[in-house]
């Protein structure tokens, strides 16, 4: 069975963390749920999100992908976490699949210097401060072993995306069916 992290933070995008948990999951793919300060935390809508674990208490544990979902100050508060930037550096240094949307490929990936040249989108709000040669402006963007994309109408598609990196596209088909 496939495993995806999902590291939430106070401030994170609730519609984007909820979607990719609940499609990954009808998908049976082992989502965990991990968080970088408490077991709840507030979404950037006010929606609370109860966590599966602490993100300190899983840092040397594997997955196939972790997935950062964005909003705001989510991303910021992400970026911020000394264990997530160990997770991504580990992961970066092996070539190993991450996926972002919304704000996190700006504000997390990008600071530090995580895109690597490859393309990426982000929300517009953010696109900015992606260099002409990385930013793609698109709904959704995979490229090598990064899946990006733009924001909280896009959540079903970049859910779509990951199921299909993962398993394929015949399961990815079938939760994209599920979902019209």
Do not use: Y
């Amino acid at each position: 069975m496939k495993s995806v992290l999902v590291i939430i933070a106070d401030g994170s995008e609730e519609l984007e963390a909820v979607t990719v948990i609940n499609l990954l999951r009808r998908a049976g793919i082992s989502v965990t749920v991990a968080s970088i300060s408490n077991m709840q935390i507030k979404g950037a809508r006010g929606t609370n999100i109860v966590a599966d674990i602490l993100l300190k208490d899983c840092i040397e544990d594997t997955w196939d992908m972790v997935v950062l979902p964005g909003g705001m100050p989510g991303a910021e508060n992400l970026s911020n976490s000394e264990d997530l930037i160990k997770i991504l550096d580990q992961r970066f240094e092996k070539n190993e699949l991450i996926a972002a949307i919304c704000a996190s490929p700006a504000v997390i990936l990008n600071k530090h210097g995580f895109l690597g040249g490859k393309k990426a989108t982000c929300h517009e709000d953010f696109s900015h401060q992606l260099s002409k040669e990385i930013f793609v402006d698109a709904k959704m963007v995979n490229s090598e072993n990064l899946i990006t994309a733009d924001g909280p109408g896009s959540a079903i598609k970049f859910s779509i995306e990951i199921i299909k990196t993962l398993i394929g596209r015949k399961e990815s088909e079938k939760i994209k069916r599920l979902m019209s």
